[in-house]
């Protein structure tokens, strides 16, 4: 069966930092791209950032580049989002998600599972 459990979320003030981690199940993660999405209460989920399964390819939304930084441990079928400076508008869901190619290229469909989500609020 297929599992993706994160942690890590909590309460932080806004400039602070949080590293969120997910830990998948290998049938889950390789050859995967892992990535996470985030919903901000009452609007639509977006996408946050996605890691191809060898590292080298990796996408940012254009609201948290240059202050997250994704990452993964392919020997401990884990990936990881630093956050830092974080915003209150950074106040949300995050959920880990694992896909069905090896790179992400944009689209939900190419998306195999979904963690349960993580809570992040960012306090002004």
């Known amino acids: 069966q297929v599992q993706l459990v994160e942690s890590g979320g909590g309460l932080v003030q806004a400039g602070g930092s949080l590293t969120l981690s997910c830990v998948a199940s290998?049938?889950?993660?390789?050859?995967?791209?892992m990535g996470w999405f985030r919903r901000v209460l009452g609007k639509e989920r977006e996408f946050v950032a996605a890691?191809?399964?060898?590292?080298?390819?990796?996408v940012y939304a254009d609201s948290v580049k240059g202050r997250f930084t994704i990452s993964r441990d392919n020997a401990k079928n884990t990936v990881y989002l630093q956050m830092s400076s974080l915003k209150p508008e950074d106040t949300a869901v995050y959920y880990c998600?694992?896909?069905?190619?090896?790179?992400?290229?944009?689209?939900?469909?190419?998306?195999?599972?979904w963690g349960q989500g993580t809570q992040v609020t960012v306090s002004s």
């Open positions: 290998e049938r889950a993660f390789r050859p995967y791209f």
């Open positions: 998600v694992s896909g069905t190619r090896s790179v992400w290229h944009g689209s939900e469909s190419d998306i195999a599972s």
């Open positions: 890691i191809s399964w060898s590292g080298s390819n990796i």
